[in-house]
């Protein structure tokens, strides 16, 4: 759904913000999300694919920003989240021997277009570090935090 997938993607690149230089592996992303290591992965590697982050693999690894926070656009993320409409259509297919139902995807679609555009145009003035700015550096731990031996 577009709007977890944004909020989460956000997330991800504030968090990144916060850590510098520093490579944060998906787990310590996945604690502050409270979500799946794998989840934090998949939108990685699509944010990865827009240019937005760059990652390194090994002990050491992990992903940081590809870019500094004041050239990333809210409007990149919007973009590279994006795959459907911000409004879904509905998942049964409207009755094509009704009047309403054979047009209504048709107008559905171009009212859907022109709300991810005035979206668009929006987040377009807004940066990831006018965003990131609700955020101090040292909010987040760094590290993954040690288990107690039980």
Same mark, same amino acid.
């Given at each position: 759904? #577009?709007?977890?997938?944004?909020? #989460?993607?956000? +997330?991800?690149?504030?968090?990144? =913000? /916060?850590?510098?230089?520093?490579?944060?592996?998906?787990?310590?992303?996945?604690?502050?999300? =409270?979500?799946?290591?794998?989840?934090? &992965?998949?939108?990685?590697?699509?944010?990865?694919?827009?240019?937005?982050?760059?990652?390194?693999?090994?002990?050491?690894?992990?992903? &940081?920003?590809?870019?500094?926070?004041?050239?990333? &656009?809210?409007?990149?993320?919007?973009?590279?989240? !994006?795959?459907?409409?911000?409004?879904?259509?509905?998942? =049964?297919?409207?009755?094509?021997?009704?009047?309403?139902?054979? !047009?209504? =995807?048709?107008?559905? $679609? $171009?009212?859907?277009?022109?709300?991810?555009?005035?979206?668009? $145009?929006?987040?377009?003035? #807004?940066?990831?570090?006018?965003?990131?700015? +609700?955020? /101090?550096?040292?909010?987040?731990?760094?590290?993954?935090?040690?288990? $107690?031996?039980?």
């Amino acid at each position: 759904m #577009i709007k977890s997938k944004f909020a #989460i993607s956000i +997330h991800i690149l504030t968090l990144l =913000n /916060s850590s510098g230089e520093e490579w944060l592996s998906s787990e310590i992303i996945a604690g502050s999300l =409270n979500a799946n290591p794998a989840l934090v &992965r998949k939108e990685l590697s699509n944010l990865r694919s827009f240019g937005l982050i760059e990652s390194k693999e090994g002990k050491s690894g992990g992903s &940081r920003l590809a870019k500094q926070a004041k050239d990333i &656009r809210l409007s990149d993320i919007f973009k590279a989240i !994006k795959d459907e409409h911000v409004f879904g259509f509905s998942p =049964n297919e409207p009755n094509e021997k009704c009047n309403v139902g054979k !047009k209504i =995807n048709a107008h559905l $679609d $171009d009212l859907f277009s022109l709300i991810d555009d005035q979206i668009f $145009d929006v987040l377009q003035h #807004i940066t990831l570090a006018d965003f990131a700015r +609700h955020f /101090s550096k040292d909010e987040c731990p760094k590290k993954k935090a040690q288990q $107690d031996p039980a």
